[in-house]
């Protein structure tokens, strides 16, 4: 991918302060046990922290616990979960209603379509009641008896969390490597499967990344491990039966990621180092793991690729001299830029995102105008020609696409009002063959509209939106909003459908997406417009969505409701800071809003790759600009809207000290009697609970605080019911 997505994330004036607690030496009691009902208010310990020559007070830093074992904070956190539970016990009802509803719109025993992998048919399916899939495969053909490979409901057994990360099987199909984290902390083990005998090998492989590949001796794995910051800096290689370990790649610089694949043709393991701004390949021949790594093309400051391998060539897709990013041909044995034949230009209008190569076609995933777009190239001639779409507001998921001499391309297309639908492309007769669809149990789609707008932002930059909505609409009657746009790392949301979102939407809800700069909707300069110095204009562009919207009619300040997560919790602390007056309730899913003290900290996750994104605090401009929208950092005595902020203990990429920080500090000033609630999962990481129905009660319990709180702000409010 050309935009490398390396996993991403004041002077107090207390007015109407209420009664704080003395703190007891270090400990910053919080407020002593009382009615649930009763907010928890966190002590306030003197702490000063110099910043780029700056004095920063930081009261709450003692919530701050890299263990998550302090008797103190852990009590803290309980009581603020208390007072969340207190306070949402009339929605209860409502939350029940929300999911049953969401699950009602879900085949809940279902069947994925079937890949065809080197004589095997591929697939998973899920039961009704189970929280996990089931992952098999048939020999020869679909008619052939079922071989379960991985029942991620018998590996979750007795763990309150699970989450298989990767699946490999060997290249003779006959064993599985998979990766189990069972606490959200992202630390996975390896374990090895003989599919022959169903039995687990004895070869464990503990405190591993998200990097799994085989060699193709079937016998050699090769893995990835990271720094304690969870930076993947190393690669391994082991045999099985072997419990010797080797370092075969190593990534030095704090900057980089570093992340381990396979090329389409199995020919090649490839490495790949990556910082937000420079990319650098190493690749091996799969046949001979013992080999030593070669760099494709040295790293060059500025410069990103990534490569593929097809015949006797590496096909590199790079920035060099091209800001759409363009497709280069690089000969395997002379892979020098001397040897470079430019295979694809460079696109002003539309981003080169990324490709699948097959043996006789080149696909390329492209993305311009707040569209995705697939282009084909025939490699034996003839000229590239596009694959159309119905629909301007619509989303594109590329399938796996494992087999490599396969004249079919595999798609899942939708949109918020076309459930997932899987097509098989025929890259040479231009043909599609539909193989699935999503059933959507009282689901009717001529019920439902979607729409496009443009918001101008205060440099003149057109904004574009994505509405989705029940039918018919009256402009000037303004409709309860949700608004939804993260904006951050390059990563684009784009607008498919979610049966979660629908029992809003059957309420009279109007779903909205802010596609903001940050991400790269627009091409790479719309994200390039919103990072480091320039990165405001995420805030900005998101402020004028939602005037937008309110002076079009769509929605009014009293019915808006807006959401994000990780760094779009980010966007939601920035931009209630801005303009509270914008909005009803606010919904903050694990917000990154300490920016300055996380930046600061070379000891926590991504904090040295992010300097690129967001930039250092201790050079003195960067630290002055992120000061001057950190969230927490920015909170006022006045009045704001109803918030929600979410959060997991075992988060390693946003630490539940960021918004339990945030919220202490917002219930210290903020001059309203608006509900303000914490929710921290004492045994996740960021993405929440792991079972498919636990994930839909979170949503639940999400939208009926929305519902609750827009109800509250205008009684006469009257919508749809499904």
């Known amino acids: 991918m050309p935009a490398t997505l390396l996993a991403t994330r004041c002077s107090l004036l207390l007015v109407a302060l209420p009664p704080l607690l003395a703190p007891a030496g270090l400990a910053g009691q919080a407020s002593s046990s009382g009615p649930a009902a009763t907010p928890p208010v966190a002590a306030r310990v003197p702490h000063i922290d110099t910043v780029a020559g700056v004095a920063l007070s930081d009261p709450y830093f003692w919530l701050r616990d890299d263990r998550r074992e302090r008797p103190e904070v852990l009590d803290y956190l309980r009581r603020e979960n208390a007072y969340t539970e207190a306070v949402t016990r009339r929605t209860r009802a409502l939350q029940d209603t929300l999911f049953h509803e969401m699950v009602g719109h879900i085949r809940e025993t279902d069947l994925s379509v079937p890949e065809l992998v080197y004589g095997f048919y591929y697939y998973s399916r899920t ?47 006959t064993l599985l490597a998979y990766t189990h984290d069972t606490t959200g902390s992202e630390w996975y083990t390896v374990r090895v499967k003989d599919l022959r005998t169903g039995r687990l090998l004895p070869d464990v492989v503990d405190s591993v990344s998200y990097g799994l590949e085989w060699a193709a001796d079937n016998r050699t794995l090769f893995f990835t491990r990271d720094t304690p910051a969870h930076r993947p800096d190393r690669i391994y290689r082991r045999a099985l039966g072997d419990s010797a370990e080797t370092v075969v790649v190593r990534e030095p610089d704090s900057l980089y990621f570093l992340a381990l694949g396979k090329s389409k043709d199995r020919a090649y393991l490839l490495a790949q180092s990556s910082s937000f701004t420079t990319g650098e390949v190493r690749y091996l021949p799969a046949a001979r793991p013992a080999d030593e790594w070669r760099v494709l093309l040295p790293r060059r400051e500025g410069v990103e690729y990534s ?33 470079w034949t430019e295979l694809v230009p460079a696109d002003d209008s539309a981003l080169l995102e990324g490709m699948d190569v097959f043996e006789h076609h080149l696909v390329l995933y492209r993305r311009g ?70 059933e959507v149990p009282g689901f009717e ?79 790479r300069r719309w994200y390039d417009d919103g990072k480091m110095l320039r990165k405001k204009n995420t805030f900005t562009d998101f402020v004028a969505a939602a005037e937008w919207l309110e002076q079009q009619g769509y929605t009014a300040p009293d019915r808006l ?162």
Not at 155 to 166: D, K
Request: with cysteine; net charge positive; glycine share 8%.
């Open 307 to 339: 490569a593929e391998h097809h015949g006797g060539d590496f096909l590199v897709l790079t920035n060099d001299g091209a800001v759409n990013f363009k497709l280069m041909r690089v000969p395997t044995a002379a892979p020098d830029s001397a040897h």
């Open 445 to 523: 789609p001529t019920r439902y509209a979607t729409e496009r707008l443009w918001a101008p932002a205060p440099d003149g930059v057109r904004v574009p939106i994505s509405l989705f909505y029940r039918t018919p609409l009256r402009r000037g009657r303004p409709r309860p909003m949700l608004l939804y746009a993260y904006g951050s790392y390059g990563a684009s949301t784009d607008p498919g459908f979610s049966p979660r979102i629908l029992p809003l939407v059957d309420r009279g809800y109007i779903f909205a997406i802010a596609h903001i700069r940050g991400g790269q909707e627009m091409g």
């Open 561 to 722: 409701a807006i959401r994000g997560g990780s760094a779009g919790g980010l966007l939601m602390g920035a931009v209630t800071n801005m303009r509270p007056d914008l909005f009803r309730v606010v919904v903050a899913d694990v917000p990154f809003v300490d920016v300055i003290n996380t930046m600061r900290d070379p000891t926590l996750e991504f904090t040295t790759q992010e300097w690129q994104q967001w930039g250092n605090p201790s050079v003195p401009e960067q630290f002055a600009y992120i000061r001057s929208y950190s969230p927490y950092d920015n909170v006022e005595a006045k009045a704001y809207p109803a918030i929600l902020a979410t959060a997991g203990l075992n988060d390693p990429r946003v630490n539940y000290w960021e918004p339990a920080k945030w919220v202490a500090r917002l219930r210290a000033m903020k001059t309203d009697a608006n509900p303000l609630l914490f929710r921290i999962n004492m045994g996740a990481g960021h993405g929440g609970r792991s079972g498919r129905y636990e994930a839909l009660h979170d949503d639940a319990f999400r939208y009926a605080f929305v519902v609750d709180q827009i109800r509250r702000a205008d009684p006469r409010l009257t919508v749809p019911h499904p």
């Open 127 to 173: 039961e009704k009641g189970k929280q996990y899939p089931i992952f098999c495969r048939k020999r020869g053909s679909m008619s052939a008896p079922e071989q379960v490979l991985l029942d991620e409901n018998a590996a979750a057994r007795g763990h309150a969390y699970s989450r298989i990360g990767a699946r490999q099987v060997s290249p003779d199909g």
């Open 369 to 438: 105008d707040a569209r995705q777009q697939i282009r084909v190239l025939p490699f034996g001639g003839g000229a590239p020609y596009d694959v159309d779409f119905p629909e301007v507001v619509h989303a594109l998921e590329p399938g796996r696409n494992p087999d490599f001499h396969s004249r079919t391309l595999r798609f899942t297309y939708s949109s918020p009002r076309t459930p997932p639908t899987v097509y098989d492309y025929d890259l040479t007769t231009r043909t599609r063959t539909l193989r699935k669809r999503t």
